[in-house]
């Protein structure tokens, strides 16, 4: 299934309902959608003259059908339209959204500044699931290797990693009395030092938009960064404490909001780093753990043993909603998927996966494999997988973007082996040692047979 346009494609259609459309004829001087394939994806926009709808549509040779996949925007608040009877026009349009505002580059530097990139970014992450066309190559997806470290530790040394814009992947240091790092595009694990060091220093970090990582202070008193240049630098924090924070979010203003673990005020630095606090209307211990930027700008705090959601809005606006599922340590992290449902990465031995709609709403799925522990944190791969990244888990897991969740086999295993992963840019997933004596890594691109390699979404390299 690849995203095909096609130049003058116009037909009409007496399709009634929010359902699938059945093609009709070509208007004269047009082509119908035979071009775009069977099976493939496509934009499309209806109008009947007076309502209209725009959106990603998936055709279908049988039938001549095209299936309303992801509305883009509609005269109907953005949702499928109701069609009444008589004709409609339905054609390949270039949307809008794609033609509004930067792009985003590599390192998030236009995420800051540009609203309306940022919104449409995400809009088309969200709606994209099936879109773009991926490099063609000889290679082989879903291989599971191991890799040598440098510095290791059988008590929780790492704690989530961050690829920064030279392709290093940074991990984040929990115990470790060094940083460490791994140069993706040689495979050359190297250490450097740090300034500030104690025990549950930090736990996950983030990516700035001018090129910094922050780690997420947990017990450490002081916040810590490292920028695109390897100079490490410490800064001062306004709340510290014993397991404060735990995982950070990019928000679409450029600051970074630290995630609630223990803390009863949530803290936040900014782009021009100025760290800050605000108030939360839902504190418990071990409340959170990591989180998730929707599409709408919000930022999620993921559920660990807190029977509520929690979210702060893109305006500073703290709310709170009802969980399906909760439990004690329930969860671990969280991504986004393609369609723009937030999953929160299983942690707890209860057979239960959870996540959250753009729409706001919450449900749960079947898991094939849980244990204690069992996974912290995720990663979301270029084919819209969603890979969980093995904590005490003996087996890889995964939920694709069509919901289906599936296992397979690791190269590694051990207690509390990992804990976060970073997608590098050759489609490697790079699961970040907490435990493990060696690093180890799924390749989810096949090789690209030239020079560097590179694994482009194929829902982002439309852009």
């Known amino acids: 299934m690849t995203f095909v346009i096609r130049d003058r494609v116009l037909v009409t259609s007496t399709t009634t309902g929010t ?26 926009t209806i109008t ?33 339209v109701n069609w009444s009877a008589g004709s409609k026009n339905v054609f390949v ?9 930067t792009a985003p580059t590599g390192d998030d530097s ?12 995400q809009k088309n992450l969200q709606a ?47 115990r470790m009395p060094v940083g460490q790092k791994i140069n993706t595009l040689t495979g050359v694990v190297s250490t450097y030092s740090l300034v500030y060091t104690i025990s549950n220093a930090y736990f996950g970090g983030v990516l700035a938009p001018n090129g910094d990582i ?36 990019l928000s679409p203003n450029g600051d970074i909001h630290f995630i609630p673990n223990d803390a009863p005020v949530g803290q936040k630095v900014s782009v021009a780093g100025v760290v800050s606090t605000y108030s939360l209307i839902y504190t418990a211990s071990s409340a959170y753990a990591g989180g998730a930027l929707a599409p709408n700008g919000d930022v999620h705090f993921v559920p660990q043993s807190a029977v509520v959601g929690q979210k702060i809005s893109a305006a500073g606006v703290v709310s709170t909603y009802s969980l399906v599922y909760t439990t004690s340590s329930a969860y671990n992290g969280g991504v986004l998927a393609p369609n723009g449902d937030i999953h929160f990465i299983p942690n707890s031995s209860n057979i239960i996966g959870q996540k959250i709609s753009s729409a706001s709403v919450v449900s749960t799925y079947s898991l094939i494999y849980s244990a204690g522990n069992g996974y912290s944190g995720g990663v979301l791969a270029p084919n ?26 690791l190269v590694y295993t051990v207690g509390t082996a990992y804990s976060g992963g970073v997608l590098a840019p050759d489609g490697s997933i790079y699961f970040i040692s907490s435990s493990a004596a060696v690093g180890q890594k799924i390749s989810t691109c096949p090789a690209i047979p030239f020079g560097l390699d590179t694994c482009l979404s194929s829902y982002l390299n439309k852009f």
Do not use: M, W
């Not at 003996?394 to 397979?408: D, E, F, M, P, R």
């Open 93 to 101: 349009p270039q949307p809008a959204i794609n033609t509004q505002g």
């Open 110 to 121: 236009s995420i800051g500044t540009n609203q309306v990139a940022f919104n449409n970014f």
């Open 214 to 249: 922050h780690f997420v202070p947990a017990s450490a008193v002081r916040g810590q960064k490292i920028n695109s240049s390897g100079v490490v630098s410490t800064y001062s924090l306004v709340r510290t404490g014993t397991s404060q924070y735990r995982g950070g979010v």
């Open 384 to 409: 819209g997988d969603i890979h969980f990244i093995p904590g005490s888990a003996v087996i890889g897991q995964k939920v694709s973007a069509a919901g289906v969740v599936s296992t397979y086999s």
């Open 19 to 44: 359902g699938t459309f059945t093609l009709g004829a070509a208007v004269a001087g047009y082509q119908d959608f035979t071009g775009i394939g069977n099976g493939n994806t496509t934009y499309y």
């Open 48 to 80: 009947d003259g007076t309502n209209f709808e725009v959106g990603i549509g998936t055709y279908a040779t049988s039938g001549t059908t095209l299936a309303r996949t992801q509305v883009l925007e509609s005269s109907n608040s953005d949702a499928l």
């Open 128 to 174: 994209s699931v099936n879109g773009g066309v991926t490099f063609n190559n000889n290679g082989t997806a879903g291989i599971v290797s191991t890799y040598s470290l440098i510095y290791t530790t059988s008590n929780s040394g790492c704690a989530g990693g961050v690829l920064a814009p030279n392709g290093d992947i940074h991990f984040v240091p929990v």
